[in-house]
């Protein structure tokens, strides 16, 4: 099996929670890539690492996703966006220098020069840090009550 096959599924085979209620999941299939190499840890699992320029998309989506290098932690869960991180959706355009995702708990933290712009409102955020934390339903029920709080409130007044 050719190393970009293997890396796309290996990335497909992780997925974010099924529920599309609150968020639409990201299956990261990876289209191209400079080099690739699988580094053996002591606990039997592979780091997957990715270079020389990364281009990828969540599978079904238009969103995209690029960047210089790659690291993907299977034990972790965390998929790690190196050196001129873009991210592209319909909702945000997302820049930064480095970026990981969490993949079992719906959470993307970004540093170094963030620029996230909301395409629907134009809105720019601009800063060191980003932490996105997704409303994944049985990962981050309280958010979704903070946000039915909030607005039952505004309501309100």
């Given at each position: 099996m050719s190393p970009l096959l293997t890396v796309v599924l290996l990335l497909q085979g992780v997925s974010a929670s099924p529920d599309t209620t609150t968020g639409r999941p990201c299956r990261v299939a990876v289209d191209s890539m400079g080099h690739y190499a699988e580094i053996p840890n002591a606990d039997g699992t592979k780091t997957l690492h990715g270079g020389g320029g990364v281009l990828a998309h969540c599978d079904g989506t238009s969103t995209s996703i690029s960047a210089d290098s790659f690291a993907h932690y299977p034990a972790l869960g965390r998929l790690d966006l190196i050196g001129r991180v873009v991210i592209r959706d319909t909702g945000?355009?997302?820049?930064?220098?480095?970026?990981?995702?969490?993949?079992?708990?719906?959470?993307?933290?970004?540093?170094?020069?963030?620029?996230?712009?909301?395409?629907?409102?134009?809105?720019?955020?601009?800063?060191?840090?980003?932490?996105?934390?997704?409303?994944?339903?049985?990962?981050?029920?309280?958010?979704?009550?903070?946000?039915?709080?909030?607005?039952?409130?505004?309501?309100d007044q």
């Open positions: 945000i355009a997302l820049d930064a220098r480095f970026a990981s995702y969490f993949l079992r708990n719906e959470r993307l933290e970004a540093h170094n020069n963030v620029v996230a712009v909301n395409r629907r409102t134009g809105s720019v955020l601009r800063g060191p840090n980003l932490l996105y934390l997704r409303a994944a339903k049985g990962i981050r029920d309280w958010f979704r009550d903070i946000r039915e709080i909030y607005l039952k409130v505004s309501m």
